[in-house]
């Protein structure tokens, strides 16, 4: 089993809609999730983190977590072309210093 | 503008050739990183520095010889690499310690490599 599983996509979605985005993880100790935007040829970049349960709301992304369920979740709501990008999920593994990868959602959104 | 800053942003090298990738942050991060991504691949770690010193190395290869001279500098050192090392090498920082906030990573741009 992978330490940090997400579905590859490509993920479709109109604009104006709700973009939904999903990660699960393996280790239960982990405290720390995040999601990361990345565009083509370019570096990962921070949209997101999470420590406890709940949701998050940052603008149009709100970040959902559920430790019991060792999910998280990424909602991105009023899409715009602009959100076409690969969302990276990431955790930190317990109490290390070592932050884990999911494979990478690609989303398009349409006009 | 990034605040972590990576050169070279583009590198060709043989295999038997000896090159240094450089990172630099000033944003008083005391954790830096290396990650190698591939083409449609997540970036994947290769070693973790926590107060200058190496607390992770995922059984990377001898080949790449990572130097943190300082809090805000990281090497990477790379000498008889593959063909198949070819790929982006992304560097990042984060807040270490007890920080609400720790392990948000700052990548820089990343340094591409090339190995013919």
């Known amino acids: 089993q992978k330490e940090v599983e997400q579905n590859s996509g490509p993920l479709s979605v109109p604009e104006g809609a709700i973009a939904s985005l999903n990660c699960t993880y393996s280790d239960r100790g982990s405290q720390s999730f995040f999601w990361y935007r990345q565009y083509s040829g370019k570096s990962p970049e921070l949209i997101m983190s999470?420590?406890?349960?709940g949701d998050k709301e940052d603008g149009r992304f709100t970040a959902q977590l559920n430790k019991a369920s060792q999910y998280v979740s990424l909602l991105i709501r009023d899409s715009q072309p602009s959100d076409s990008a690969t969302y990276l999920c990431?955790?930190?593994?317990?109490?290390?210093?070592?932050?884990?990868f999911g494979s990478g959602t690609r989303l398009s959104i349409r006009p | 503008d990034t605040e972590v800053t990576q050169t070279p942003k583009h590198l060709v090298m043989g295999m038997t050739n000896k090159k240094s990738l450089k990172c630099e942050q000033h944003?008083?991060?005391?954790?830096m990183y290396w990650y190698k991504q591939k083409a449609k691949k997540p970036p994947e770690l290769m070693f973790v520095?926590?107060?200058?010193?190496?607390?992770i190395n995922e059984s990377v290869p001898s080949r790449f010889s990572p130097e943190c001279p300082n809090s805000s500098l990281l090497n990477l050192h790379l000498h008889a690499l593959q063909p198949e090392d070819s790929a982006l090498y992304l560097c990042?920082?984060?807040?270490?310690?007890?920080?609400?906030?720790?392990?948000?990573?700052?990548f820089g741009e990343g340094s591409r490599l090339t190995v013919l």
């Open positions: 999470i420590y406890s349960n």
């Open positions: 520095y926590s107060y200058e010193k190496l607390s």
């Open positions: 944003m008083g991060h005391r954790a």
């Open positions: 990042a920082s984060s807040q270490e310690g007890r920080a609400a906030n720790t392990g948000e990573l700052f």
């Open positions: 990431a955790v930190k593994v317990s109490s290390a210093s070592k932050i884990i």
